[in-house]
């Protein structure tokens, strides 16, 4: 025994320093932080049977199938949920306990193997399992990549060896321990494997110097042997995921890069996680590098130096210098490889950030380190110094690493140290779900817990997931504030048709979870939580307000549950299914099948079997109208939709509250008229006709303003203009008002400035550079207008106005500058409570503009000061703000007229007259609209919009931006806008005049040579300040198009348009083109006409359809008394690959079950669609099937009984690789079994043979 | 350490290099026109940084002097940073990456040449006998 101690002193010494760093994971307890979830053992049960199909969500591929030991959705949990066995217990076993006792271990005889030295070995040890990017790591919860991280080193370790001896054992062990690895983490595989690349290389021309090609084919088979086996292992897995396409995209695989700001080459060199702070972790909060960590590196490259002749220790000096070189994303030097790496080279998108290649650095600073010390002790073996300095150089190294496990010993580092509970909520949640026996989901709101119940037959969904995925096709177009993320989970519910969308996905239960700050786990701050503490009641109150839910109590005030009663079986049939030309305005397409055909909300998108029976394909003509569609010069639009073939019964729907209303001056007469907007016509054939009526007219007073008021909105009325009454107006009342005698004297300075003076409004100092003058060649009222000049301070003047009564007044003034961003005013009473009113209004152009507002004159007011304002700016330009035409009057109510309320959602029917074309070419005559484009110079041929580029992120004082006109790339014209930013983002902005509530279509080229996106932003200055904005991905260097209908919100009157080119890493010139502006003003025909166009069968439902859910890749249907076709829908995510299949012979039998080679006789691919956008459905076809092919059971009264199969077919791929990675398994351990019981036997006879 | 303070090994070792560029006139030129086209094409450090690699490449110097080069640049950097020049810091740390990369070339490049050692971490055993010029690589003759 002592012997034993005394032989594996060191090895016992790195596996008691790891005892003791990670003494808290000793326990049973559960440790769950970030990504380490906690499992249930109802939840880890079902994934013994594991499948290419995920149950989980709304189902999903089985992108993480290679998965098999260790992780939430892998078979060895499965195992341990088998045996009764939480989470907690697996994860030690499977995770935490493996990463204690090997950490050191194996990285103990790794860099004892190299270095030949224990205490090499003991400092390789330290070095490999206490650096900071592990330990970070782990405290994140990714555990999973630590393991797999120590098995890539036994994996290295076991392929150094193998290359040694050549032995088939090591092959064996090799591709073992290889596929060990990838089961935890499939990166780390990676990242082993360009290791192994680099060694066979390496070890071939410069350890062996192999020259001749022949030797190096022979070598290099040889050297592949184990790589061979690893993918016999893994064929199980590469078979389904070649099968299903997601080994070469899949949702891991499809982010962007991240993270650049986080990663250099000085954290690297030392490793240093960025992240790291020697106490608690904050996630994305850069530290700085403590100065002992520069010894790191030191000691690092002194290894290297000192040993230069040793060939391995040279090899892990590149090893570490290709570790340094990724590890720092896009830091210097070469920061664009890290870039073009991860959009070129395969496999190697699964890095978004770089912080995976730190496994090369310690790796190889594990081997370099402890070559150093290794040095040491071998040539400092004399001289009282120099053994001093041996020990204490070495005393220093282990302290650097050993310091770093402080935080984890005294537990101040949480997260993943500390034991967790489970809130009591969640237990009786747990029970109250599993004892239901059917099938059903629950939707967690706004995500769901690491403590939320789910199993293959109830699977949870996250609201905040659904939404981004599945849903958000069907939610995006309905959003009105999706850039708060609380908005965008909630608004799904306020869907017309949210209900429908519940059912089919099966949603039984929505549920509000805890805020579990005693477990650290309130993720509600990443959900609005940080701007509102009571967000958790803000999501209550919301889903309170949900007429379809209905609130219950499960036995705990701890979570919130709501009960959708109306949810569906995940398998049912229905009779009419939609076709739509696009998935936009999908409330109005709801609300017109809800009231027009009654029928359920079933609907498939963009199909390219559209056109083919049995779908109901319904087309509004003018939805996706493009910039090609608007005929500005003959003032109408064109759409052309294709008619589908064979069917003589389409219908034109036509929306009956088309009607508009609108004010007119018509210089005489104040007005109120209603028209029924413009003409349809079908190939010149009018379907409808314009019409316009006189709601109300009144004579107009000579010199007398008019205005309308529409709500708080004020609108002065103009000769020969009209003003659109809203359609929130409707079945309300608009006012019309007039204004009486200007109180305020010389309005229009025709009698000179108010003041002698002018003022100072911002007299900081003495030194004010200010100028008030009367401007007699610009005016718009009169001969002259006031000009207030301001280089530096603020120049004011004011005037008196008396004030002969309180109530409702209207201030009114023209404004003008080319140089002001604003004009103010500020009017102060001389009430009791000294009332004023501020404001400013926003100048966009050159050009005059006239200011309106109500203003409530307060009781008591006798007189009120009014003061305009020129401000400076930057006290070197020369701002000039110039006012005329000032009125201020009392407001006389004239008349309230009644705007009558529209029946919505009503249409007429129309026969569309009969023609042989096939395709239908309606247009549409308004005689409101003249189509003109609104932004001026919108191709940029008379140059850009502003003089300088704008900086759209000015965080510091270093922008490198440019703007200039493209000759060469230009979609439009001559020439193009070119924005360029190398720091900071270049951007251009334009402010347009909008009509409030209008509708118009926005389009614009774009392109660009090197960014990854374009971008623009529209700004309104409506009460909201609505936003829209969007970046618009770019793969190509090619001219795109950009094109959206926009609704401008109601009040807004101008819109700032902003475009960008956005830098990315401080260093590449990134170059954004645009070209070919447009904003044209457009009817809103968004839901004014659908065409339907129906097949004409009359389907009906089976009278009964029951199912059986073998696993979650088949279900087997039962259809009972099926009379004519029908649909069978199937709540699991759409995917090309699922089948209906006949459930006969041809799928039967000891083969047939399970081979991919088979050919079931099933519903064809063009009768599967994706329902609703996401989910599956079939049409089955009953004459095609049980009249014509006999695959159904006539009954007597001739209906048919269908048995039916749902299989997700690379099940069946996954089935053969099964076989071929077992047998592979099986062969490798039986190899391994047959070798080690022969070395025993040969250990045994040289025993014997010594002891005789 | 002793050596580097020892004017007369300085100045031996500036009369070996002396005598390298003076003797080995065609690896001169090949040097010349290759760090003239780099310098020309890609810029002055660019220029330098080869001079130095190429130089002890051909002349086959001992890289020992390039790592502690490399070292030297990474020891200036925590030093920077305390003085707060992040920038020149970052860029010290760069130089120091480009260094440690000639240092592993030159090596592998010695190793091909010489051979080496597997794995037993002690130099001096793979070392070849007779040389007596420790700064210097194996000399033609």
Known sequence: MK???????????????????????????????????????????????????????????????????????SLMYGLFGNLGLDSNVSDKFLVIWPWIVLSGVVSYFFVRNITKSEIGGIVGACVFSFNTYFLSSNRAGHLLLSVAFIFATLSFFLFMKFLKERKISLACLTSLSLFITASYDFRSLYIVFGILFFYSIYHLIVVNEILEYKKIIKDTLVMSSPIILFCALSIFWVLVSLNTGTLAENSILNR????????????????????????????????????????????????LILNRKNREVVFFGIISLIGIFLAKQVGEPFHSTYPWLYEHFPGFNAFREASKFYFLVIISYSVLIASFVNWLWENWTSGRIKVFSKYLITGVILFIFLWNTKPIITGEIDSMFIPRHIPQGYLILKDFILKQPEYFRTLWVPRDSRWSIYTGQKPKISSIAVTDSEWKKLVENNNEDIKLVQNRITNVFRLPFADKLFDVSSIKYVVVPLQDIENSDDFFADYGGDKNPNIRQWYIDQLDNISWLKKIDIGTKDLVVYENKGYKEPILAFT?????????????????????????????????????????????????????????????LVAITSSTEGRSNDMLYIHKKSLSFFGADTGKEIQINANNGGILKLKSQSINSADTQNIFSISKVPHTQYYLQQGSELTAFIKGNTIDIADSTMDSKVAILADSANLIRNPSFEDGTWQDKVGDCNNFDANPVLGMSLSSDVASEGKQALQLEATRHNACTTTKIAIPDFGKYILTFDYQSSNAKQASFYLA????????????????????????????????????????????????????????????????????????KQT???????????????????????????????????????????????DCNNHDKNPILRMSLNTEEKSDGAQALQLGATRHNACLSKGLKVNSGGHYLFSFDYQSPNADHAGYYLGFNDKDKTIISERLTLKDKSWHTFIKNIKVPEGATVVSLFVYADATDGKTNILNRYDNFKIIEVPDLSDAYYLVSDPGIKLEK??????????????LVHIKGATTPFYVAMSESYHPQWQLQFDNAKIHGVFNSWTPFVKPERVGDEYHYKLNDFLNAWYVDTEAYCVNNSLCVKNADGSYDIEMVIEFFPQRWFYLGLLISGTTLLGCIGYLGYDGIKRLRRKGDKKYEKNN | MKKIINKKWWMSLLRLIQKDITTKKKRGVVL???????????????????????????????NRII????????????????FKQDALAEQMAVYAYYFLVMTVVLQIMELRREGGDEGSGVIQQTRKPGRSKPWLGPREG
């Open chain 1, 1102 to 1115: 089976p009278k009964s359809i029951t199912f059986d859910l073998i696993n979650p890749t088949k279900k």
């Open chain 1, 576 to 636: 009419e299914l939609y076709n739509f030309n696009s998935l936009d305005n999908l409330d109005s397409k709801y609300s017109f099948i809800n009231k027009n055909l009654g029928s359920d909300f079933y609907f498939t998108g963009i199909d390219k079997n559209a056109n083919k029976s049995p779908l109901v394909k319904i087309t509004n003509p003018f939805e996706n109208l493009a910039m090609s569609g608007i005929i500005s010069d003959g003032n109408y």
């Open chain 2, 67 to 82: 790592g502690v080069l490399a070292l030297a640049t990474l020891v200036s950097c925590p030093f920077l940073l305390s």
């Open chain 1, 904 to 950: 919505i959602g009503e249409y007429s029917k129309n026969s569309l007259p009969k023609s042989n074309d096939t395709s239908l070419i309606f247009t549409y005559e308004d005689k409101n609209f003249d189509y003109e484009n609104t932004i001026d110079n919108g191709s940029f041929e008379e140059g850009t919009w502003q003089e300088k580029v704008g």
């Open chain 1, 3 to 73: 012997e034993f101690f005394y032989k594996y002193k060191y090895l016992l010494l790195a596996f008691s320093i790891s005892i003791i760093a990670n003494f808290r994971w000793l326990s049973l307890s559960i440790f769950t932080s970030s990504d380490h979830g906690f499992y249930f053992l109802d939840t880890l049960k079902e994934f013994s049977l594991f499948n290419a199909w995920s149950a989980l969500g709304m189902g999903s591929v089985n992108v993480l199938i290679w998965r098999i030991i260790a992780g939430p959705d």
């Open chain 1, 256 to 303: 962007s890069l991240f993270g650049n700001s986080f990663w250099n080459i000085q954290n690297t060199f030392t490793l240093f996680h960025p992240f790291w702070s020697g106490s608690a972790i904050s996630w994305f909060v850069v530290h700085d590098i403590p100065f002992y960590f520069w010894l790191i590196p030191i000691f690092a490259y002194l290894g």
């Open chain 2, 32 to 62: 010349l026109l290759v760090v003239a086209l780099i310098w020309f094409y890609l810029g002055m450090n660019a220029g330098l940084l080869w001079a130095l690699f190429l130089s002890f490449a051909l002349y086959q110097w001992e």
């Open chain 1, 829 to 900: 009473f001389n009430d009791k409570e000294k009332t004023v009113v501020p404001d400013t209004a926003k100048i966009t152009d050159a050009e005059w503009s006239t200011y309106r507002r109500f203003i409530n004159v307060p009781y008591g007011a006798t007189s009120a000061t009014l003061y305009v304002y020129a401000e400076a700016v930057d006290n070197k330009t020369n701002i000039i703000n110039r006012y005329d035409n000032f009125s201020f009057s009392k407001l006389r109510a004239v008349r309230e007229v009644n705007i009558p």
